[in-house]
C-alpha cells in the first residue's frame, strides 16, 4: 500500500490513474468479503472466534514483542547473533584506548572562592514576565474576533447587574414557556425551528425595552447559548449532579469552557462573557429539564433529549437516533457467519490503510489539469492536440475513478461501522468542488 500512494504522488496521469484503480479494486475486494464471498464456514469461525465484536478487529499497529523469550526461534538466533557482533564491536574499540586517571582532576574545576548565586531575576526580568503574561491575556481576547467579549472585570457595576438580571429572566423564560413547548414535540426539525423563532423574540423583546443600558444580543449568540445551556443540563442529570445521593459528581464543563464554547463557535456572537456565566450558574443551580416535565427513566426519551444526545455525541451509536429507529422498525437481517467475518476482516484491513486509501484518492481530485507549453498557436492546435486530448481524457478517467472509489469508502465505513470517518470524504469532496483556485470538479463529475 506504501507502494501504490508514493507512486500516486507523481505527475504521470497514467501512474496515478492506475495507482486509483489499485485502490478502488483493494475496495471493491472489501465489498465482496462484506457478502461473505470466499469463505469458507471454516474460515468464518475462526475469524468470529478470534474478533467476538466488531470494535476489536480494528488495527493498532504492527506486532511487537515485549522480550525476546516470545520471538520465534529463527528471529530470536539472528537477534542474538547481531547482538554478539555488537558487543564484540564495542569491546574492540574500548580496548584500544586507556583512560589517563590524571587527565581528569586537570579538566576539573577549582574550588570558588564564594557561593555562586543562582535563580536571581533583576526588576525588569519580572516586568517582562508580568508584560508577557498581560500579552497571553490579550492574544487569548484577540482570538474572539467575532464576539462582543465583554469580561465581567471591565463592565461597571451597573452594566453588570443588568446583563445578570437579563440572564435571569432568560433562565426563567426558557424553564417556563420554552422547555415544556420543546419537550411535547415530536421531531427534530420543528424543535430547531421553535429554537429559532425563540431566539428571534428574544432579541426582539430585547430591543424594545425602554433601558438606558440595554443588554446586547443577536439571535445566533441566543440560538447557541440556549443549545449550550440545555447540553450542559442534560449532561449534568447524566452525571448525577441533581441527585442528592449522589457524592463528588464531577462537572463536565468550566464556566470559561462554556464561555468559550458559545464565543468560539465561528458565527457571529453577540452575548457578554457575563450574561453566558450567569446562564451557566443558573444551570449548575437548578435541573431546567427536571423542572419542565423530564424525567430521565422514561422510555421512550422525547424528542428533544434525542436531539440533545446527537448534537452533544452523548449516544453510544454513531448513528442518529433516528435512524436507530428506522432499524428497529425494518428490522435488521440476521447475517450468516461468513458476512459476520467478512464484515470483521473487512474493517480490520480498512482500519490499517485508510490514511493511504485517503491520501490516493483525495491527491487524483486535486491532480492540475493539463496545460499545452507550445509557443505558438500553431503547434497548440495541430501538433499536440491530439496529445492534449489523450491526457485530458486521461485526468477525466482519474477523477471517475477517484469518485467512484470515494464512494466505496462511504459505503464501507457505513457497512463496517466506520461513520465517523466519512468526514474525509466529504472533506475531499467539498475542497475539491469549492475551491476557488488551483484544481476543479468539473461540473460533469459533481
Known amino acids: 500500500m506504501d507502494s501504490i500512494e508514493e507512486s500516486a ?42 474478533y467476538p465484536l466488531l470494535e476489536q478487529t480494528d488495527y493498532t499497529g504492527p506486532l511487537t514483542y515485549q522480550s525476546l523469550a516470545r520471538l520465534p526461534k529463527p528471529y530470536r538466533d539472528v537477534v542474538a547473533n547481531l547482538k554478539y557482533q555488537s558487543d564484540s564491536d564495542s569491546s574492540g574499540i574500548d ?25 536571581s531575576q533583576s526588576e525588569d526580568s519580572i516586568m517582562d514576565d508580568e508584560s508577557f503574561l498581560t500579552n497571553q491575556q490579550l492574544q487569548k481576547l484577540h482570538n474572539l474576533p467575532k464576539s462582543l467579549n ?34 411535547s414535540l415530536r421531531s427534530s426539525i420543528q424543535i430547531d425551528d421553535v429554537l429559532q423563532e ?65 464565543h468560539g463557535s465561528g458565527v457571529l456572537v453577540y452575548v457578554s462573557a457575563t450574561w453566558l456565566c450567569e446562564l451557566y450558574q443558573n444551570v449548575l443551580a437548578k435541573s431546567l429539564l427536571e423542572i419542565a416535565g423530564y424525567n430521565p427513566k422514561t422510555h421512550p426519551q422525547p424528542a428533544l433529549i434525542n436531539l440533545l444526545t446527537d448534537v452533544g455525541g452523548f449516544g453510544s451509536s454513531q448513528l442518529l437516533t433516528d435512524w ?20 470483521k476482516l473487512s474493517r480490520r484491513v480498512l482500519t490499517c490503510c485508510w490514511a493511504s486509501v485517503i491520501s490516493v ?30 491526457k485530458q481524457r486521461l485526468r477525466d478517467d482519474v477523477i471517475t475513478a477517484s469518485l467512484e472509489g470515494l464512494h466505496k469508502a ?14 474525509s470524504i466529504l472533506s475531499l469532496l467539498s475542497a475539491s468542488s469549492c475551491k476557488n483556485q488551483g484544481a476543479k470538479l468539473p461540473a460533469s463529475h459533481a
Open 9 to 50: 504522488q507523481c505527475n504521470e496521469p497514467n501512474i496515478i490513474l492506475a495507482s486509483v484503480e489499485c485502490v478502488g479494486a483493494l475496495l471493491g475486494s472489501l465489498e465482496a468479503l462484506c457478502r461473505g464471498e470466499g469463505l469458507t464456514l471454516e474460515d468464518a469461525e475462526t475469524a468470529n472466534v478470534r
Open 95 to 119: 580496548g584500544g584506548g586507556q583512560v589517563d586517571e590524571g587527565a581528569s582532576d586537570t579538566d576539573c574545576s577549582g574550588a570558588t572562592e564564594g557561593p555562586e548565586e543562582y535563580g
Open 150 to 183: 465583554l469580561g465581567r472585570a471591565g463592565i461597571e457595576e451597573y452594566n453588570t447587574d443588568m446583563e445578570r438580571h437579563n440572564a435571569r429572566h432568560f433562565v426563567k423564560t426558557l424553564q417556563n414557556i420554552l422547555l415544556p413547548n420543546l419537550l
Open 198 to 262: 425563540f431566539a428571534s423574540k428574544c432579541c426582539q423583546h430585547n430591543s424594545a425595552q425602554n433601558y438606558e443600558i440595554t443588554t446586547i444580543m443577536n439571535a445566533d449568540g441566543i440560538y447557541l447559548a440556549t443549545y449550550s445551556a440545555l447540553l450542559l443540563n442534560l449532561r449534568l442529570i447524566q452525571c448525577g449532579h441533581y441527585d442528592e445521593t449522589v457524592k463528588d459528581s464531577t462537572i463536565p464543563l468550566t464556566e470559561t469552557q462554556f464561555v468559550d464554547e458559545v
Open 324 to 343: 436507530q429507529k428506522l432499524q428497529k422498525v425494518h428490522g435488521i437481517p440476521d447475517n450468516s457467519p461468513e458476512i459476520e467475518a467478512g464484515i
Open 361 to 390: 484518492l483525495g491527491g487524483a481530485l486535486g491532480e492540475k489539469p493539463y496545460q499545452g507549453t507550445g509557443t505558438s498557436a500553431i503547434s497548440r492546435l495541430v501538433a499536440r492536440r491530439s496529445r492534449q486530448r489523450y
Open 410 to 423: 462511504a459505503s464501507l465505513s457505513n457497512t463496517l461501522k466506520l461513520q465517523a470517518r466519512s468526514s
